[in-house]
Nanobody, 125 residues
Framework: QVQLVESGGGLVQAGGSLRLSCAAS????????MGWFRQASGKSREFVAA????????LYADSVKGRVTISRDNAKNTVYLQMNSLSPEDTAVYYC??????????????????WGQGTQVTVSS
């Protein structure tokens, strides 16, 4: 069993940056692909970014491409999401997720096995 805890969310002005962290415990995530998803109020959960187990392969949603970078430090059992040029449209609860099967990143939320509780990101205009 893997426990995931997100941190780093908060209130930021439009154009600002935030770095989210996802700390894993219970077992190593070095063989797991990891993803970030978000859910805005009244909307369904959507894919943001994902990284393969090594971090060598990444995927990004078109809405964040060029502004967001996913990275991981397997020695620290932690995954990061660097977000730049934030806009109010990025306001959401951001969730970290881990995928046990296959090491490749995936868009689909249902393929992820473990989820964190989320961290709120609010971008003011």
């Amino acid at each position: 069993q893997v426990q995931l805890v997100e941190s780093g969310g908060g209130l930021v002005q439009a154009g600002g940056s935030l770095r989210l962290s996802c700390a894993a415990s219970g077992r190593t995530i070095s063989t797991y692909a990891m993803g970030w998803f978000r859910q805005a109020s009244g909307k369904s959960r959507e894919f943001v970014a994902a990284a393969s187990s090594s971090g060598g392969s990444t995927l990004y949603a078109d809405s964040v491409k060029g502004r967001v970078t996913i990275s991981r430090d397997n020695a620290k059992n932690t995954v990061y999401l660097q977000m730049n040029s934030l806009s109010p449209e990025d306001t959401a609860v951001y969730y970290c997720a881990a995928k046990r099967t296959l090491s490749s990143p995936e868009f689909w939320a249902y393929k992820y096995d473990y989820w964190g509780q989320g961290t709120q990101v609010t971008v003011s205009s």
